[in-house]
């Protein structure tokens, strides 16, 4: 039987995160995920629940999922990059830090088009080079920038509010 690769792993992972949710869950659902998981990949797995956060650790690394309940925010992780664009004004529903590469989930007021000129004008000035600009309908799109061996991928959709729904995601070599 073929191993799981890691997107496959990433998306199970992702729907490990989703049983958390569920209220009561928490000891009887870590227990389940870390057998499961375990199982899928052939390695340990030590999953820990705390608070919004969600930490899965095998022997290859760690990946930490916060996710905000009720319209809440979630903190950013610790050494998100100061040079990558994120709005003012934002509600961070959910943030991912898996050995190095970083995503986050943001709500903001701002429209898209006024996020996608504040990403682009702040990404430039610091730094960073566009690589790819795609509208893919009328009310989202996708800015991808490089800088050194670093990536960061922006994708925007308008929210039914007005505002913007965005998602960032950023790694790279170190």
């Known amino acids: 039987m073929p191993r799981p690769t890691t997107s496959h792993k990433?998306?199970?992972?992702m729907l490990v995160v989703g049983v958390f949710a569920l209220p009561g869950c928490k000891r009887a659902g870590e227990a389940i995920a870390e057998k499961t998981m375990e199982?899928?990949?052939?390695?340990?797995?030590?999953?820990?629940q705390n608070g919004d956060t969600v930490s899965?650790?095998?022997d290859k690394g760690e990946m930490k999922v916060a996710t905000a309940q009720d319209g809440a925010s979630v903190?950013?992780?610790a050494d998100f990059p100061t040079d990558v664009f994120l709005p003012e004004q934002r509600t961070i529903s959910s943030a991912m830090d898996m050995g190095g590469m970083k995503a986050v989930n943001i709500a903001t007021s701002a429209s898209p088009a006024q996020v996608s000129a504040d990403v682009e004008k702040t990404m430039q000035a610091q730094g960073w080079k566009r690589e790819m600009s795609m509208q893919t309908g009328a009310d989202s799109s996708t800015l991808i920038y490089s800088k050194?061996?670093?990536q960061?991928?922006?994708?925007?959709m308008k929210a039914e509010d007005g505002g913007t729904q965005l998602a960032v995601r950023t790694g790279g070599e170190d």
Do not use: C, N, W
């Not at 199982?39 to 820990?48: N, P, R, T």
């Open 10 to 13: 990433l998306l199970f992972a």
């Open 56 to 58: 899965i650790k095998t």
């Open 148 to 150: 050194d061996k670093r």
């Open 39 to 48: 199982h899928a990949s052939g390695d340990k797995v030590d999953i820990e």
């Open 75 to 77: 903190a950013l992780p």
């Open 152 to 156: 960061a991928v922006y994708q925007m």
